[in-house]
């Protein structure tokens, strides 16, 4: 069975205060990894994919890596506008379902203080 | 291009009650797929669909039925309401298989008393 798991589930920065955001895997076949921020009362905002190893993506302050085990999401001088709710997924085909399909972590809730 | 929108935004029902949830998106997705989250649990698939007129279950779909009779839309529907059904449900899509992204919509709360 397809695990995702999200360290820490809260965490709280002061506006500049750089940190990283943990997921770990366990999946046969990942096909990619996903990256989403959820902001209160929203649906999930795509980020990032990441498909191999060695892999990293950058938008704005957010830089996203990847290994055979876990992805980091690395937020760099963060602002409170950053504060939210990041999920990470991973894709990989679904034998029953004949398609390939996500598999969600409970997510990671940043704060970032003024 | 307004991507992925959810009808209602809100719904409160009683226990046994129906209700049926839209999704409608105007990418020409062909995937379309309806997930519920839960305080302290990731968002889980109820049910999706590969194409128009498509339909399969994904990891919990108790409790509920799905329809894709036009391609834009995904309908889910809640033949007897349950407390245990309240949640918030959101609606996502891709475009096809080799296209990886899903794209979600606003959710819809839904509070079953």
């Known amino acids: 069975e397809d695990q995702v798991t999200q360290s820490p589930e809260a965490l709280r920065l002061q506006e500049g205060e750089s940190s990283s955001l943990n997921c770990s895997y366990t999946?046969?076949?990942?096909?990619?990894l996903f990256w989403y921020r959820q902001d209160p009362g929203k649906g999930p905002e795509f980020l990032f994919t990441?498909?191999?190893a060695g892999e990293e993506k950058e938008k704005e302050r957010l830089k996203a890596t990847l290994t055979k085990k876990e992805s980091f999401l690395h937020i760099t001088a963060p602002k409170p506008e950053d504060s939210a709710t990041y999920l990470c997924?991973?894709?990989?085909?679904?034998?029953?379902?004949?398609?390939?399909?996500?598999?969600f972590g409970k997510g990671t809730k940043l704060s970032v203080i003024p | 291009n307004a991507g992925v929108t959810q009808t209602p935004k809100f719904r409160v029902l009683k226990t046994g009650q129906s209700m049926t949830l839209l999704c409608a998106q105007d990418?020409?997705?062909?995937?379309m797929y309806w997930y519920r989250q839960d305080p302290g649990m990731g968002l889980r698939l109820i049910h999706y669909?590969?194409?128009?007129?498509?339909?399969a279950k994904g990891e919990v779909p108790d409790g509920y039925n799905v329809s894709r009779l036009k391609k834009q839309n995904f309908l889910l529907g809640l033949e007897s309401a349950a407390p245990s059904q309240t949640s918030v449900y959101f609606c996502?899509?891709?475009?096809?298989?080799?296209?990886?992204?899903?794209?979600f919509g606003p959710g819809t709360r839904l509070t079953v008393l």
């Open positions: 990441l498909y191999s």
């Open positions: 996502a899509s891709r475009l096809q298989e080799y296209t990886d992204t899903q794209y």
């Open positions: 999946v046969s076949g990942l096909r990619g």
């Open positions: 997924a991973v894709q990989a085909w679904a034998i029953g379902a004949g398609s390939y399909q996500l598999t």
């Open positions: 990418m020409n997705h062909e995937y």
């Open positions: 669909s590969v194409g128009e007129g498509t339909t």
